[in-house]
């Protein structure tokens, strides 16, 4: 698809290297039987057509943001491969050679945002966390060396709605010739940053792909106990990760001096006090969704850790007012 829209320039490293030339550039890939649907949109243009999925490996000479909106499709970053589904993604640093092979059904957004438009954008801007300063770090000279990138995941289904709403918008605002478009497209750039940053939305975490293997294993423990809110079994990492629990739970102790058991019991506390004071969900329904077996188990657990009881942190720590995630 890209190769389509772009010229590519070999000369920094064997294989394409690819520019869109504008500031922002918003892709849409559908799935369809062998067929995948190619749409594009910048500078006020929306082209659209259908061709074989292109998977050969490249670099951006731009910042890329993936984003899952249905399906499942393979990710391939250097020499590694990451499965992502609805709800996940990743944003790239321009340094990192990648391709994607999409499932069927498979429908992903991508944005290419220009280093200029993100120094702008950020030359104002004091937020510290990941992804602001994820980009900074990359932004800056001294690191563009570095083969670094963030995977982002949703933490329940409805979480990503925000995210949704200002791809919608950023839609809009690309395709129109309106005075003002470009202000609106800076702004809402910011907001979706803004948005990945939630962490009562999104897990986001920085991965390099420099690091030893140790490191990554460590890093691929950590990631899969997150994304399923801490109940993942040591067996199941093993069968994951093909790797032995004991080792894996070495490696994990090593980076973060916390056991396997140990860091999964509190992403587990943590996500239940997110669930008890953002949404309204029973106490019964949440200790369906963190995987306990019943709601006295949960109850235990929660006050074991916290001090508190489930209905008594959420009545405490609750603020009034204010809106929740519907569940």
């Given at each position: 698809?890209?190769?389509?829209?772009?010229?590519?320039?070999?000369?920094?490293?064997?294989?394409?290297?690819?520019?869109?030339?504008?500031?922002?550039?918003?892709?849409?890939?559908?799935?369809?039987?062998?067929?995948?649907?190619?749409?594009?949109?910048?500078?006020?243009?929306?082209?659209?057509?259908?061709?074989?999925?292109?998977?050969?490996?490249?670099?951006?000479?731009?910042?890329?943001?993936?984003?899952?909106?249905?399906?499942?499709?393979?990710?391939?970053?250097?020499?590694?491969?990451?499965?992502?589904?609805?709800?996940?993604?990743c944003l790239l640093n321009p340094q990192v050679k990648h391709t994607e092979k999409l499932q069927d059904d498979c429908l992903v957004v991508f944005l290419n945002l220009s280093e200029t438009l993100l120094r702008q954008l950020l030359a104002d801007i004091e937020l510290e966390d990941t992804v602001f300063a994820?980009?900074?770090?990359?932004?800056?000279?001294?690191?563009?060396?570095?083969?670094?990138?963030?995977?982002?995941?949703?933490?329940?289904?409805?979480?990503?709605?925000?995210?949704?709403?200002?791809?919608?918008?950023?839609?809009?605002?690309?395709?129109?010739?309106?005075?003002?478009?470009?202000?609106?497209?800076?702004?809402?750039?910011?907001?979706?940053?803004?948005?990945?940053?939630?962490?009562?939305?999104?897990?986001?975490?920085?991965?390099?792909?420099?690091?030893?293997?140790?490191?990554?294993?460590?890093?691929?423990?950590?990631?899969?106990?997150?994304?399923?809110?801490?109940?993942?079994?040591?067996?199941?990492?093993?069968?994951?990760?093909?790797?032995?629990?004991?080792?894996?739970?070495?490696?994990?102790?090593?980076?973060?001096?916390?056991?396997?058991?140990?860091?999964?019991?509190?992403?587990?506390?943590?996500?239940?006090?997110?669930?008890?004071?953002?949404?309204?969900?029973?106490?019964?329904?949440?200790?369906?969704?963190?995987?306990?077996?019943?709601?006295?188990?949960?109850?235990?657990?929660?006050?074991?850790?916290?001090?508190?009881?489930?209905?008594?942190?959420?009545?405490?720590?609750?603020?009034?007012?204010?809106?929740?995630?519907?569940?």
């Open positions: 698809m890209k190769e389509d829209f772009n010229n590519l320039d070999t000369s920094a490293y064997n294989g394409p290297e690819i520019s869109t030339n504008v500031p922002l550039t918003m892709f849409y890939k559908r799935k369809n039987s062998q067929k995948v649907l190619y749409t594009m949109l910048q500078n006020g243009k929306f082209h659209s057509f259908e061709a074989p999925d292109y998977q050969k490996m490249h670099r951006d000479r731009d910042f890329e943001l993936m984003y899952v909106l249905k399906g499942q499709l393979t990710n391939y970053l250097e020499d590694q491969a990451f499965t992502f589904q609805t709800g996940e993604g994820f980009l900074k770090h990359n932004l800056d000279d001294k690191n563009g060396w570095q083969r670094n990138y963030l995977k982002f995941h949703r933490l329940n289904s409805n979480s990503d709605r925000i995210l949704k709403i200002i791809l919608d918008s950023l839609q809009q605002e690309i395709t129109t010739v309106k005075i003002g478009a470009k202000y609106f497209q800076s702004g809402l750039v910011l907001r979706l940053l803004a948005e990945l940053e939630d962490q009562h939305h999104f897990q986001v975490i920085t991965n390099l792909l420099d690091n030893s293997k140790q490191d990554f294993l460590a890093d691929r423990v950590i990631e899969l106990i997150d994304k399923n809110a801490g109940n993942i079994s040591r067996r199941s990492l093993e069968e994951q990760l093909h790797y032995n629990a004991e080792y894996l739970n070495r490696l994990l102790k090593e980076k973060t001096k916390q056991t396997i058991t140990t860091y999964s019991q509190e992403v587990r506390v943590h996500r239940a006090q997110e669930l008890l004071t953002t949404t309204d969900l029973t106490v019964q329904n949440i200790a369906q969704k963190l995987g306990f077996s019943n709601e006295t188990y949960f109850y235990h657990f929660f006050k074991k850790h916290v001090n508190l009881s489930p209905n008594v942190y959420r009545n405490k720590f609750t603020e009034r007012g204010t809106s929740r995630l519907e569940p």
